[in-house]
């Protein structure tokens, strides 16, 4: 019955263009269910099969639609939404805020040494974070309400928010002149 019910789940999310590359099962159990009503412990009166899946899509899709449909045709739990930047858009974020983050700290630094006389003559050091110090934030939500609705379930990502700092030490020297 969980086979069918898991068939029938990911073909609808097939038809509305998921592909494989977009589905995985994330957990898959059978656990038996005993007679405890009738306080006869040993005995297995059926099993519940818990199926698992992640569904993984741009953020141009329509999450709620995707909620609806997976809950419509067999889904029972939806435990959580999660909003994750991908690694080519947190570097590319990453290295424009490292550009402004320069520029913002030379402006500063020639502000500084221009009020005391001195002038900005190079870079003596950066400390650029290393490896993958970067913690996307994500947002998660869990989802209960599986009532037949003509509203979508409204998802709401909030904005993730990414900050830089950059240490950087200047040469400075006398102002000619």
């Known amino acids: 019955a969980n086979a069918e019910k898991m068939d029938k789940l990911i073909s609808s ?8 590359e977009n589905m995985s099962t994330t957990n898959y159990e059978i ?3 005993y007679d405890n009503a009738n306080d006869n412990f040993d005995k297995v009166i059926s099993y519940t099969a818990i199926n698992k899946m ?6 141009h899709a329509n999450i709620s639609f995707y909620v609806d449909l997976a809950v419509k045709n067999g889904a029972n739990r939806v435990e959580q939404i999660e909003f994750t930047s ?10 424009e805020l490292l550009k402004e983050a320069f520029i913002n700290g030379k402006q500063k630094a020639e502000a500084l040494s221009a009020t005391a006389g001195f002038v900005v003559d190079g870079v003596k050091r950066i400390d ?15 989802q209960n309400n599986f009532d037949t609705q003509k509203t979508p379930t409204p998802i709401i990502p909030k904005d993730n928010k990414m900050t830089v700092t950059l ?3 200047f040469f400075i020297e006398n102002q000619i002149g």
């Open 86 to 95: 991908s690694k080519k858009v947190l570097n590319e974020n990453f290295n």
């Open 13 to 20: 999310l097939k038809t509305v263009g998921l592909t494989k």
């Open 167 to 169: 240490p950087i030490t």
């Open 128 to 142: 650029i974070m290393s490896g993958d110090g970067l913690i996307p934030q994500s947002y998660k939500i869990g």
């Open 54 to 59: 992640l569904l993984t899509t741009s953020v």
């Open 31 to 33: 656990k038996p269910n």
